[in-house]
């Protein structure tokens, strides 16, 4: 998930991997239930779930594509099921360039149906004017459908407020058994077809996601981006295509962890006592596709080269060279999905403690 509901310039933005839904209301989003076919309920979301996405964009024009991983995390969930998530991006330019990662983060709010109501973003804020089935609602069957017309005010630091229009159908078509990374589901097949206006630029997005109705969220999406500027009449079309690497649902529990939900870069600080003499360094590192850690902490007393591997379950090993007195060894843990921590020790030198968050 990009760092903006409109996202970059031609990506589908807030709508991939944003998952909730909810169900009927008595506005323009209102979702139908069909009379018929069988009705499914997802499970409300538990704080520290999470969902990890891989997401390949490919250019129509140039077939050049570009690769990047959201994980979504619920930080929050309220007694009556509304939740904040935590979304961390991590990008490269393709899959050689294991160490060349964007990363940003940013979060999300949701009523209590799973419904979005706003984001999140640096110093910007992005609100519905009403909550919005971002993918599906959570109470889906097949042969349902929804629609909405509206807006979504985009509020950074100072500046004006701006306003982007909005109109989308979705309906749900069909039950189909798909396979991706994280395992192998039966899902709902939902279609979606949505316009946003955006000053000189229109955005029409034709998007396939299979929904899995326990999970409440999409396995799989393929949407075809076209961006026109009305000005100067000139297109740009790109093809996403988004599988689900990794999650945890606790209330169903289900999981398929992956060391994907870490990747990315890592900074923060190292601190402790060397040769009676106090110490102090800030450390870099990134962990890229494979979960192998690299980089360094540098600073008063500090000069480390650091080297390691983390697994898909949080598991964390890190060793470090250094030109100084001798070598330093790391132990430590994954805190949570943003923060490690541990101790240092070099024999007959010194130790200390120290603490890095993602990006």
């Known amino acids: 998930m990009r760092n ?50 891989e997401r390949t964009t490919r250019e129509q024009d140039t077939g050049a594509e570009t690769y990047d991983f959201n994980t979504k ?23 050689d360039d294991a160490l060349v990662f964007g990363s940003s983060t940013s979060s999300a709010d949701f009523d209590s149906l799973g419904r ?23 109470t ?9 017309t509206g807006f979504v005010e985009d509020k950074c630091s100072l500046n004006p407020a701006t306003q982007t229009a909005f109109a989308f159908k979705g309906n749900v ?9 994280a395992g192998s589901f039966t899902t709902h097949k939902v279609n979606r077809n949505e316009i946003i206006e955006d000053g000189n630029f229109r955005k029409v997005s034709d998007r396939t996601c299979w929904w899995e109705p326990e999970l409440g969220i999409d396995v799989k999406c393929i949407t075809s981006v076209t961006l026109a500027n009305k000005t100067s009449g000139g ?59 690299s980089g360094g902490c540098f600073g008063n007393g500090v000069a480390f ?8 379950y949080g598991g964390l090993w890190i060793t470090a060279s250094s030109t100084g007195n001798g070598s330093p060894w790391f132990t430590g843990k994954l805190d949570s999905l943003q923060q490690m921590s541990g101790t240092w020790d070099v024999s007959a030198v010194g130790n200390g403690t120290w603490t890095i968050t993602q990006d």
């Open 4 to 53: 903006s509901w409109l996202g970059m310039a031609v990506v589908a933005g807030m709508i991939a991997g944003c998952g909730g839904g909810g169900g009927s209301d008595n506005g323009n989003n209102s979702a139908q239930l069909p009379p018929g076919p069988k009705t499914y309920v997802a499970a409300g979301a538990t704080v520290g779930d999470y969902f990890t996405w």
């Open 73 to 95: 995390h619920f930080r929050s969930v309220g007694a009556d099921g509304a939740a904040t998530a935590d979304y961390l991006n991590d990008y490269a330019n393709g899959p």
């Open 116 to 138: 979005w109501l706003r984001s999140r973003y640096g110093t910007c804020t992005e609100t519905a004017d009403r909550p919005l089935h971002m993918v599906a609602p959570s």
């Open 140 to 148: 889906i069957a097949v042969g349902m459908s929804w629609q909405d």
């Open 173 to 181: 078509s069909a039950i189909e058994q798909v396979n991706v990374p």
């Open 235 to 293: 297109n740009r079309t790109v093809v996403q295509t988004e599988v689900l690497r990794g999650y945890s649902k606790q209330k169903l529990a289900r999981k398929s962890d992956t060391v994907l939900r870490f990747i990315g870069n890592w900074k923060g600080r190292l601190e402790g006592t060397a040769l009676g003499q106090n110490v102090a360094g800030t450390c870099n590192l990134a962990i890229d596709w494979d979960g192998d850690i």
């Open 305 to 312: 080269n650091v080297t390691g591997k983390v697994n898909a």
